[in-house]
């Protein structure tokens, strides 16, 4: 007889562990591993790389997005036990596998668990030779992609970076999620910065729940769609949709990785765009399957690895330069082919040195790209942000008609026609 699959039972007192622990008794392919009291149980148990294959039942406690997502990476094959219809849809949607407790009949429990430690053990081989999360290489868009795609509307997301010292991303991705919905539809803003978010201050939200928190609880529990998503998002004008940020820096354990995925593939199939400002930092602490709280930077990287295009916002000064330089190299690092578009903001005649030179310095470090030029129009952005609109609500200006241009150029248009944007004020404080 063959090594039979180690199992892990967490049945939290359901009326089907007794018959599946004597089907687990007479099965030729599995055995019982451990009965697991409940869910921290069950994944330290799964974390030692012991069990091949877990039973779990629906309404255990705390059973989420995030555990499910960690029994799979843990090489464990997970089958959910619910009985009810609305917990098989809400599990499902999580990614887990679900099943019908009638469906474990004695002879089947065995075939079902080697069935499912083998496709998890397949899983984590396929895991292993791709490059982690953060690491040269790892593009990592693909399958969300598809996954988004069956849904049979596909947003493209413009992830806005930029290095450390406020070059300016946030007033770049207001402005351009501003712009975009003024020529092209739908637009989902996200603001995904973990450290310093200022996108619900630009745009004048004045709202004490997070859309960012909201949508990642619902994501968590299940409960995450596009009418959802679009629910936790506020209207700051017409076709421009807002997920506000953080309440406080200290909150953004609270985006798990799961949840986060989750967002990102519900806000595709929301808009056309989706536009995402991140924060600064590239650093990977490196992935802990297990740890207690999510990477701080897992938002940042996890939006870079889904985008279409990345908008590199750098400031025109010397120290700003220095760090879009070094910020180029280490995003090249990190995502090898996608499309970058570099802007240089709060360009001004006093720093001595034109456009070409600037673009020249550009392509020494990463090749040919895209630049885009933003004037130093201070009265323009302290007016807008000021009264808490966009600029294309503030009228016309230098900054404005430079950002236009790169609405123009993201979509692959030449430049339009302006026309500005009717605010819904009452959309923005409720």
Avoid at 16 to 43: I, N, Y
Avoid at 217 to 243: E, F, I, M
């Amino acid at each position: 007889m063959g090594e039979r699959t180690p199992v892990l039972v967490a049945a939290a007192g359901a009326g089907w562990e007794s018959g599946v622990l004597e089907a687990l008794a007479r099965s030729r392919t599995s055995v019982l591993h451990k009965r697991c009291v409940d869910l921290p149980d069950l994944l330290a148990t799964a974390r030692t790389g012991l069990a091949g294959a877990a039973l779990v039942d629906a309404a255990l406690p705390g059973l989420d997005a995030d555990s499910v997502d960690l029994l799979r990476r843990a090489g464990v094959g997970s089958l959910v036990l619910a009985g009810d219809p609305g917990d098989r849809d809400r599990l499902t949607r999580l990614g887990a596998v679900v099943l019908h407790p009638d469906a474990l009949t004695a002879g089947d429990v065995g075939a079902l668990v080697a069935q499912a430690a083998h496709q998890a053990a397949h899983q984590a081989d396929d895991r292993a030779d791709e490059p982690p999360a953060g690491s040269a290489g790892a593009t990592g868009p693909a399958e969300p992609r598809q996954a988004a795609a069956d849904d049979g509307r596909l947003g493209r997301v413009l992830v806005v970076w930029g290095p450390a010292g406020a070059p300016g991303r946030t007033t770049v991705a207001v402005g351009l999620a501003a712009e975009l919905a003024a020529r092209a539809g739908e637009v989902l803003l996200l603001d995904a910065d973990p450290y310093a978010g200022a996108v619900a201050q630009h745009l004048g939200v004045l709202d004490d729940v997070s859309g960012l928190l909201a949508a990642a609880r619902l994501a968590n529990a299940g409960g995450l769609d596009p009418t959802t998503l679009a629910a936790a998002a506020r209207t700051a004008a017409d076709g421009l949709r807002v997920l506000t940020g953080l309440p406080r820096a200290d909150r953004w354990s609270e985006v798990r990785p799961a949840a986060w995925a989750e967002v990102l593939a519900a806000a595709v199939r929301l808009a056309a765009h989706v536009v995402v400002d991140t924060g600064f930092s590239l650093e990977d602490a490196g992935e802990d399957l297990f740890a207690p709280a999510p990477r701080r930077n897992g938002t940042t990287l996890g939006a870079l690895e889904r985008a279409d295009e990345v908008v590199v916002v750098g400031a025109a000064d010397p120290v700003g330069l220095a760090r879009l330089a070094r910020g180029l190299v280490e995003l090249r690092d990190v995502l090898p082919s996608t499309p970058l578009r570099v802007v240089v903001n709060r360009m001004r005649p006093s720093l001595g040195w034109s456009e070409r030179e600037v673009a020249g310095m550009v392509e020494g470090f990463v090749g040919p790209v895209p630049t885009v030029f933003l004037p130093d129009d201070r009265p323009a952005a302290d007016r807008a942000l000021m009264a808490g609109r966009s600029l294309v609500e503030d009228g016309d200006s230098p900054l404005r008609e430079a950002l236009a241009g790169l609405a123009g150029a993201v979509l692959g248009q030449a430049p339009a026609a302006r026309r500005g944007l009717r605010s819904r004020r009452a959309g923005r404080a409720r």
